[in-house]
């Protein structure tokens, strides 16, 4: 009996609950809002029970947007990426060409037992200085809050309140390790925020930097336990780079396209759907940032932490350069270099 599911019981009081909520009258907005957001959230869960869905939640499709149009894209596009970002982007994606990062993606189905996962995925969540309280919110076996499940090829994490839902891969491996890790890091990330802060938009291409961060400090928590060696960090850390960055091409094909007035152009446009690729270069960015937090925490784990949280709490629209600075980001992209240098194969 798996102790870590939904409980669709507990989902339907809960669902309950927020209706009566919602139907009280003289609220404000940002309650609506905020209510609204649950019960869509809740709904996006319940149908995790029903597998056709959760599965095609989870594939992504080649999408034909039929109401894309150069306006709109180019509109998304300066929307949530910052000339900064796509100025660092640009930059870097030559280093990735031509360089032989190929994946051993075997190493990510050695055994690891699910006592194994959840302990090491604990500690490594304690690590980065999550709160240990919040830990066993989410992680307490029966709190319902984390569903382990073998039926599904990747993680997801549902923001709620002040808590958090997460439904991750069930196997006995390293896979299923750094999916862990991967959706802790979100929760993490959604622990660290101060609530009452909307995001904004240009931040949207930080979303993954404190999931890939984790995935790296598991492995050396794994190490610190002999669970693997200096080598087979390598070999998972290349799968996390090509997990990160090899859709990035969709990206620049959404500029390329948007930046072309041409009909037969438009048509194969319509393929891209243009929030997938700024999803898309939500990891790759996201990569950049999390090595450079992954090498910061090598020297100096305390300054490192201050540092991740400095950046989650005070950026956004208006001063990312300046917070990139004080959390000392290497907007120049030499510590990418070095890390890149580190996992080539033909050097
Ligand atoms: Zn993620």
């Known amino acids: 009996m798996n102790d870590y599911c939904f409980s669709k019981e507990k989902l339907n009081s809960e669902y309950k609950y927020v209706k009566e909520k919602l139907d009280q009258e003289n609220l404000p907005n940002n309650i609506i809002a905020d209510l609204n957001l649950k019960i869509a959230t809740l709904d996006d869960i319940r149908n995790t ?85 919040k830990l066993d919110i989410i992680m307490g076996p029966k709190n319902n809050l984390l569903f382990l499940s073998n039926r599904i090829i990747a993680g997801l994490f549902y923001p709620y309140g002040k808590k958090g839902y997460i439904l991750s891969y069930d196997t006995d491996n390293i896979n299923s390790f750094c999916c862990l890790n991967h959706e802790l890091g979100h929760y993490y990330e959604h622990c660290i925020h101060n609530l009452s802060k909307i995001n904004d ?25 002999n669970v693997i060696n200096d080598n087979d960090i390598l070999e998972i850390q290349r799968c996390i780079l090509l997990n990160n960055i090899n859709t990035i091409s969709n990206y620049f094909d959404l500029r390329f396209l948007v930046n072309k007035d041409n009909k037969n152009i438009s048509e194969k446009a319509k393929i891209h759907m243009y ?34 949280n400095h950046l989650f709490r005070k950026i956004d629209n208006n001063n990312e350069e300046k917070v990139l600075k004080e959390s000392d980001i290497d907007i120049s992209s030499n510590v990418l270099k070095k890390h890149l240098n580190k996992l080539k194969r033909n050097n």
């Open 275 to 308: 929030k997938n690729a700024i999803e898309d270069a939500s990891y790759y960015y996201s990569y950049i940032i999390a090595i450079n937090f992954y090498y910061q925490y090598q020297c100096d784990p305390i300054l490192a932490i201050k540092n991740l």
């Open 49 to 133: 029970f029903k597998l056709k869905t959760y599965i095609k939640n989870l594939i992504n499709l080649p999408t034909y947007d039929k109401n894309f149009n150069y306006k709109v894209a180019q509109e998304k596009l300066n929307k949530y990426v910052s000339k900064l970002q796509h100025e660092i982007i640009k930059n870097t994606y030559e280093y990735f060409l031509g360089n032989d990062f190929k994946s051993n993606d075997e190493i990510m189905s050695f055994y690891l037992s699910k006592k194994s996962i959840l302990t090491y995925a604990k500690e490594t969540f304690l690590s980065i200085g999550g709160n240990s309280k």
């Open 201 to 225: 938009e240009k931040t949207f291409l930080y979303s993954e930097v404190l999931s890939i961060f984790n995935e790296h400090i598991g492995l050396d928590i794994l190490k610190k336990h």
